[in-house]
């Protein structure tokens, strides 16, 4: 059976938790050890969006494990000629390569893909869609943070509709049993929310009931030509400031995937203080994409 991941909403709680659980494992081993789980796979990278952090680290993380990574130049490649992404795949297939990690901008590109190939599909970001890993390493410094989830409450905030970070958080924190709240202005809700997580427009008096808070920064790229959104309300609303932390409970923590836009969503006293994880976030990627790997790929060849 091919295992791909294109989404944590279509695995379910179980497998979510087991991945964390075996990223623990994971980074805590020998590297000696870790060398052999997938020596001599191969996988490749197929970017079609711009990525700095979960580039570099699901390519880490494969070579952690032992596997190997080919980086297909998509500027450099035939799909500037014309030819199609399912072509391509099944060309770089036809090589015997063992999986692909692949960022699309197009909502259901990696699931389109992963119906009609061979290796498996590893979604490293689609549209506004997904962006399973993320929501994995999320969840893993969350449980590191605080044990467990159970009664927690976290709020995911800014621009919900267009990151697919906060599609695959908000999974992620509720199959561990958090409550989430989506907050932001009503131009910029999503729709793909499961039962329970609730909006707000509001930040400031959710503050005070929070553990932890995830700031996104606002997809230029991707709002609707017709929207134009007023970047200094946005600010006035909801840019987490020095005061607004402190309106959070002491425990309280402060989580961005990257990139930021300091001085918009977040201020720099806030993001490099002392109850940011955001560098935190970022190491624990390396050891959630281990896990994923290990499991797509199925060991050693
Ligand atoms: N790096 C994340 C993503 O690719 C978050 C972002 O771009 O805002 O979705």
Request: net charge negative; proline share 5%.
């Amino acid at each position: 059976m091919t295992r791909h991941l294109v989404d944590l909403a279509s695995v379910g709680a179980e497998m979510i938790l087991e991945w964390v659980s075996r990223a623990r494992v994971l980074r805590d081993m020998p590297r000696s050890e870790r060398e052999k789980i997938c020596a001599g796979r191969e996988v490749v990278h197929l970017f079609l969006e711009p990525s700095t952090r979960t580039r570099v680290s699901f390519e880490i993380a494969a070579h952690r494990l032992g596997a190997r990574v080919i980086d297909f130049d998509t500027e450099a490649s035939s799909l500037q000629k014309g030819e199609s992404l399912y072509d391509t795949v099944r060309t770089i297939e036809a090589m015997g390569t063992d999986a692909l990690v692949i960022r699309h901008g197009e909502n259901h590109a990696p699931n389109e893909l992963a119906k009609r190939t061979r290796g498996a599909v590893i979604n490293a970001g689609d549209g506004t869609r997904a962006h399973p890993t993320q929501g994995l390493l999320d969840l893993l410094t969350l449980l590191d943070e605080f044990g467990d989830l159970a009664g927690r409450k976290i709020a995911i905030v800014g621009d919900v509709k267009h990151s697919r970070v906060a599609g695959s958080d908000l999974v992620a924190f509720t199959s561990a049993g958090a409550e989430v709240v989506l907050v932001a202005p009503p131009e910029l809700r999503r729709e793909d929310v499961p039962p329970g997580v609730t909006f707000e427009e509001e930040l400031d008096p959710l503050l005070p009931t929070l553990d932890a808070i995830v700031m996104l920064r606002i997809q230029r790229e991707r709002l609707d030509a017709e929207l134009a959104l007023d970047t200094e309300a946005f600010v006035a609303r909801y840019q987490l400031s020095e005061a607004r932390l402190a309106m959070i409970p002491a425990h309280g923590i402060v989580m961005h995937p990257g990139p930021m836009n300091r001085g918009v969503e977040i201020v720099d006293a806030v993001a490099d203080g002392p109850r940011s994880r955001i560098l935190d976030q970022v190491g624990r990627g390396v050891a959630v994409r281990m896990a994923v790997l290990e499991w797509s790929l199925g060991g050693a060849r």
